[in-house]
């Protein structure tokens, strides 16, 4: 738990029912509806959401609370991408998430994404222009859509008019939690 008081804020996650990285949708999660943020998870179905661990190794499973479509997108001020190479593959493809990314992006409120979690915003042409990290194996990915990748554990760039938080792995998981919760902070 943080110091910071998210009582009001909404966070929005999407994600695929199967393969999501365990701790960059659970951590992040939990950590925010710990600091007072209610928090809904969107899956592509009701089905339970079976995270990986390292992309092979089962993790824990975790029920969605909504469905990608279902979600009002201006319900919420921030949206959260985990990664997980499998759900971010499969994330891109869904029509509803594309949506939703584009929504926030074009209302100027944050979205957070982590490893893999970018490639949505590759597939929606939402970094042109912008400075963000990933995985490694996203760097070509990203440079061919316009964007700059960096070796860095978070990026936080404003160009665009919204904000984009990026990180690489679980292992950046605090600094792009703590960078989570100063866009929630100014986020009105």
């Given at each position: 738990?943080?110091?910071?008081?998210?009582?009001?804020?909404?966070?929005?996650?999407?994600?695929?029912n199967?393969?999501?990285?365990?701790?960059?949708?659970v951590?992040?999660?939990?950590?925010?509806?710990?600091?007072?943020?209610?928090?809904?998870?969107?899956?592509v179905?009701d089905?339970?959401i079976?995270?990986?661990?390292?992309?092979?190794?089962?993790?824990?499973?975790?029920?969605?609370?909504?469905?990608?479509?279902a979600?009002d997108?201006?319900?919420?001020?921030?949206?959260?991408?985990?990664?997980?190479?499998?759900?971010?593959?499969?994330?891109?493809?869904?029509?509803?998430?594309l949506s939703?990314?584009?929504?926030?992006?074009?209302?100027?409120?944050?979205v957070?994404a982590?490893?893999?979690?970018?490639?949505?915003?590759?597939?929606?042409g939402?970094?042109?222009?912008?400075?963000?990290?990933?995985?490694p194996s996203?760097?070509?990915?990203?440079?061919?859509?316009?964007?700059?990748?960096?070796?860095?554990?978070?990026?936080?760039?404003?160009?665009?008019?919204f904000?984009?938080?990026?990180?690489?792995?679980?292992?950046?998981?605090?600094?792009?939690?703590?960078?989570?919760d100063?866009?929630?902070?100014?986020?009105?």
């Amino acid at each position: 738990m943080s110091d910071t008081d998210l009582d009001g804020r909404r966070v929005l996650a999407v994600v695929t029912n199967y393969g999501v990285e365990q701790d960059e949708l659970v951590v992040p999660v939990e950590r925010l509806r710990a600091d007072g943020a209610t928090v809904d998870v969107a899956a592509v179905d009701d089905a339970p959401i079976e995270t990986l661990v390292g992309d092979k190794d089962p993790g824990r499973t975790v029920q969605p609370t909504t469905t990608l479509g279902a979600v009002d997108p201006g319900a919420y001020d921030l949206l959260l991408v985990p990664g997980g190479t499998l759900n971010a593959d499969s994330l891109r493809l869904q029509d509803e998430a594309l949506s939703l990314v584009k929504a926030f992006a074009s209302s100027g409120r944050p979205v957070a994404a982590i490893c893999h979690g970018p490639w949505l915003l590759v597939e929606a042409g939402l970094v042109q222009g912008k400075r963000l990290t990933s995985y490694p194996s996203l760097t070509t990915d990203v440079r061919n859509a316009g964007g700059t990748w960096v070796d860095e554990e978070v990026v936080v760039d404003d160009e665009g008019g919204f904000r984009l938080v990026t990180s690489r792995t679980p292992d950046d998981l605090d600094a792009f939690l703590r960078e989570i919760d100063a866009a929630l902070s100014v986020t009105v």
